[in-house]
């Protein structure tokens, strides 16, 4: 008599796993570019903060100090801090001052670091792209005049900064849904 083993299933057949594996690789073509999208949004939402965040320092830094401290906020989203004199004729004082330490920088944005860093990204200040600003906070970490700061991106989010006269920062986030 002859007895016939069964055959338990062993696993899965190549044409199974290739079925499998190309609809993984349509699922994953399909979701890449909103997955890009997504995290560059991300990336850009830190902008803002991190332009509030180098105020509220400045303001800090000028009250503590005592010192004048400057702040050049400039067209593309760029901007730099520095303690004492500066000549702001020209209403912009370069990241790469000679006399600016490293704390100046470690609280400025350079053109190189925010074409990097928030790529579609793009800021007007009071109303204008082209236009930049000047602000000094003197030792109680007041400036003179208030500004508006709006920050934008490509996908339609953006964030209005209000920088009081106090030195204070007032953030409206206005993101399109």
Known sequence: MLHRRSRA?????LIELAVTMALFAIMAAIAMPRMYASLQSARVARLPNRLAQDVAWARAQ?????DALHMAIGPGCTWTTQVG????SNNFVAATDVNSTSQDLAHSLSAAQSSAEYQG?????NGSQSTSLALVFDSRGFISTSANVMVSTTEGQSWTLQILSSGAVVMNANTAS
């Open 85 to 88: 004199s500066v000549d702001t």
């Open 62 to 66: 000028a009250a503590t100090t005592g």
């Open 121 to 125: 990204a793009t800021c007007a200040i």
């Open 9 to 13: 299933p062993g696993g899965f057949t």
